[in-house]
Structures are given as C-alpha cells and as structure tokens.
C-alpha cells in the first residue's frame, strides 16, 4: 500500500524540485506571487488580531490568535504563492548545485519586495473598510499598541526571535512537502505556525502587516487614544525599518542555516560524499 507522506529523504528531493521551479520563475510570475503571499499572511494577521483582541488572558489570547493565524501559510502552500521566508529553503538546491547564487537572490529580492506590497495594499483595505473600528475602535488601539512594540523591539532581541520563527515555519512547509493530501499539509502546517504565534517569535513578512498596519491606525486620534501609548511611544516609520533589518536577517538564519543546511548535509551532501567514495573504491 503506497505512503501518504514522503520519508525525510524524499522531502529533501522535493525541496529541490520545488527550489529549482522557483527559481525558474520570471520577474512577473515572482512580482504576483509575491504579492498573493503577502496579502495571504496578512490576513492571517488580521483574524488573528481580530480574535484575540479583547481576551484578558494573556496565554489565552496568544493561543486565539496562534489557532487562526495558520490560514495565512496555508493559503500559500495550498493555493501557490512565493513568501519570502519559505523561500529560504532554496538554499536546499543552491548547496547541491541545482541553481546558482544569482537566481536565488533575485528571489528572495523580488518576493520580498512584493510581500510587503500585498501586506500593505490589505493593511491599507483592512483600514479604511473600518475593521480597526471593532469593540468601538479597541482593535484599533491594539493594532497600535502591537505595532508600536515590535518597532522597539531592541537588535539582538529581533534577531534571535526572527531565527526561532522562521525555523518553525520552515519546518512547517518541509514538513508539507511530506503530505501527499490537502488535509496533511494543512495538519502539518498548523502545528508549528500556531506555536511561533503562541510564542510571539518574529516574522517579517507578517510584520509588514503588523507595522504597517501601526502606521494606518495611528492616524485615527480614537484608536490612538485606545492605544493608551504617549506619542513618542508610536510607531513611526523609522520603526518599521528598525524591527524588519533584524527579524529579516534572523529569518534568514532560522531558515536558510538551521533548516535548509541542516537537512542538506544530512540527506544531500552525505549521499554525495558516499558515491563519491563508493567510486572512488
């Protein structure tokens, strides 16, 4: 009876295929995927933000917003789109020599760029369609209040909160690679991004939302007052740059390094190494 979930070897072989695949992508197909990634992750900011604003316990709203906000990695998965910190994985055939620096790079470039136009065009929808006016502008206040901490977050906090992110979300989509149906890879995916929600790691792409989102809100004096923030603790646009250098890099680390690298070695570059000497006997 045949599987329905590939072995851990074999996912290292999809990754590749589906590494080279994205690199093969053009300008145009990147630029729109790109966008529906951003848009895709953005609106699992929104529920999320949405469900869990007026719970009074900590842990439990964290967990609220942790349980929906998967729609978001799901929808790119399932439905096909290109997010920046998925991407990471391409490091997989970069390493076995399946596509060059130059293609994965521009990548990444081009999708990040993107990501972050789709995070701000449903920022920018979610705003003005009056969704921040909830709980008569409470959501509003709380979309501030998040954004404004995530801006001042410190460096080094950023980026080691960016690494365990994105080695959770990597893992996520690694281990959708495994399952063979749509309810596998919807399975699969939940469980690791519900727990970086839950934990309040750092992502980047969902934090072009979140700040941006900040940047919206803070025009509308009822939610600033909701927010209960002094003006020179509000996000500016300054802060958006200040928390993405950090949390962009972590992601890099967290994905590129601790998953895709570490899988590589374990099932490409030690294959490679063992035909490598079975020849060379």
């Not at 917003?65 to 439905?79: E, Q, S, T, Y």
């Not at 760029?113 to 003005?128: D, P, R, Y």
């Not at 709380?142 to 990597?170: D, H, R």
């Not at 993405?244 to 294959?271: C, D, E, Q, W």
Request: glycine content about 12%; hydrophobic content about 55%.
């Amino acid at each position: 009876m045949e599987s329905n979930m590939l072995k851990p070897n074999e996912i290292c072989d999809a990754a590749v295929g589906a590494g080279c695949t994205k690199a093969g992508l053009n300008i145009s197909q990147q630029a729109i995927l790109g966008t529906l990634a951003g848009a895709f992750i953005a609106v699992g900011g929104v529920v999320s933000a949405v469900v869990s604003h007026s719970i009074t316990n900590v842990g439990l709203a964290k967990f609220a917003g942790g349980a929906v906000f998967p729609v978001g990695l799901m929808l790119v998965v399932i439905c096909g789109a290109e997010l920046f910190t998925g991407n990471c994985l391409m490091v997989v055939p970069l390493a076995g020599g399946e596509i060059d620096f130059e293609s994965m790079i521009k990548n990444w470039i081009v999708v990040y760029i993107f990501n972050f136009v789709g995070s701000v065009l449903v920022a920018f929808l979610v705003f003005e369609g009056g969704v921040f006016g909830l709980s008569s502008g409470k959501l509003g206040g709380t979309v501030i209040k998040v954004a404004s901490t995530k801006a001042a977050l410190p460096f080094g906090t950023a980026f080691c909160s960016g690494i365990m992110c994105n080695f959770l979300v990597c893992l996520a989509v690694w281990g959708a690679f495994a399952a063979k149906d749509v309810v596998g890879k919807v399975m699969i995916i939940w469980f690791p991004i519900m727990t970086f929600v839950t934990c309040g790691f750092e992502h980047c792409v969902a934090n072009m939302y979140f700040l941006m989102a900040g940047i919206f809100a803070k025009s509308n004096p009822s939610f600033v007052a909701a927010s209960g923030l002094s003006q020179d603790k509000i996000i500016s646009g300054m802060g958006v740059v200040h928390n993405l250098i950090p949390v962009t890099l972590g992601n890099i680390v967290g994905g590129a390094v601790l998953v895709a690298m570490s899988y590589f070695i374990v099932y490409k570059h030690h294959r490679a190494y063992e035909k490598k000497s079975i020849a060379y006997k």
